[in-house]
């Protein structure tokens, strides 16, 4: 498929991962990648030229990290930011949510998964307010996104690398539900509109993690809902009948699933509020 659409890309940083981040050639997007090793060198050119996404390693202390963010901002304002960072603390994420970076990644990282964050920096042009904060401290975390699946699929890279006391498979499952939940907010309640709100706080007690997510919408009876698995627990498999025979596409298993990896899930009176629960020991 040849190149329909054209990105500058600066490359800050110097690692053999960053470097096979853009091993493989990718259809749909020409990206035309220009390198540089360090910060203050990648801010000058930021200054003197334009570029589309930044794909930065921040390998210093939090204060060090947070003050090389700012002076990439600060030089390019338009650029898409990707943060990849050495050390991550709940307050580099903050921090890079609130100077509206488009991604954050701790090392390790997968390869694939910043390739693919790059090339839906590199698509998309309205984001810089798609995620807003009003609530910024580590243990209690609220902000407000549009209910666009690019959005969702950012907020979850950015509470995926908040730091938690949990096993790894742990802090994945409680991951996947938590993205589950945030889906079936922005779909069923926000409609997939740009132009609705949802509403997230994460909350870290002394031996839990708790979400809760507002969606816009009207609500449901999370039990009454023949397009859901979670209705129909004795035979799943029936809720995709449904979806097939309505017209809806393939799913409805995101709540029965969500269920399924953590202590913990109520819903208010309504049915656009949810709360979730995941439990650790100190």
Same mark, same amino acid.
């Given at each position: 498929m040849p190149s329909h659409r054209s990105?500058?890309? =600066?490359? @800050?940083?110097?690692?053999?991962?960053?470097?096979e981040v853009f091993a493989t050639?990718?259809?749909?997007?020409? =990206?035309? @990648?220009?390198?540089?090793d360090n910060i203050e060198a990648g801010v000058a050119l930021l200054g003197a030229g334009s570029f589309d996404v930044v794909l930065a390693e921040l390998n210093g202390p939090d204060l060090d990290d947070v003050r090389g963010l700012e002076a990439i901002r600060k030089a390019c304002r338009s650029a898409r930011v990707i943060l990849l960072v050495k050390d991550s603390t709940s307050q580099k994420v903050i921090e890079a949510m609130r100077q509206h970076a488009f991604s954050y990644f701790g090392q390790p990282f997968?390869?694939?998964?910043?390739r693919e964050m790059v090339l839906q920096a590199a698509l998309m042009s309205e984001w810089a307010d798609a995620i807003q904060l009003t609530s910024a401290t580590p243990n209690f975390l609220t902000f407000r996104l549009r209910s666009t699946v690019p959005t969702a699929e950012r907020v979850v890279q950015f509470l995926r690398e908040m730091p938690v006391e949990l096993p790894e498979r742990d802090r994945e499952e409680l991951t996947i539900a938590m993205r589950e939940l945030l889906f079936n907010a922005i779909e069923?309640?926000?409609?997939l509109d740009g132009d609705q709100w949802v509403r997230v706080s994460r909350i870290r007690t002394a031996r839990a993690i708790v979400y809760h997510i507002e969606d816009p919408g009207e609500g449901f009876r999370h039990l009454s809902l023949p397009h859901a698995a979670v209705s129909n627990p004795d035979d799943p498999t029936q809720a995709a009948k449904v979806?097939?025979?309505?017209?809806?596409?393939?799913?409805?298993?995101?709540?029965?699933?969500a269920s399924k990896l953590v202590d913990e899930i109520l819903y208010n009176q309504s049915g656009n509020e949810v709360i979730l629960i995941k439990r650790f020991e100190n």
């Open positions: 990105s500058k890309v =600066l490359v @800050i940083g110097d690692s053999p991962e960053l470097q050639p990718q259809e749909g997007v020409d =990206l035309q @990648i220009e390198r540089i997968d390869v694939n998964t910043v069923h309640g926000g409609k979806r097939a025979e309505a017209g809806l596409r393939p799913g409805g298993f995101g709540m029965l699933l």
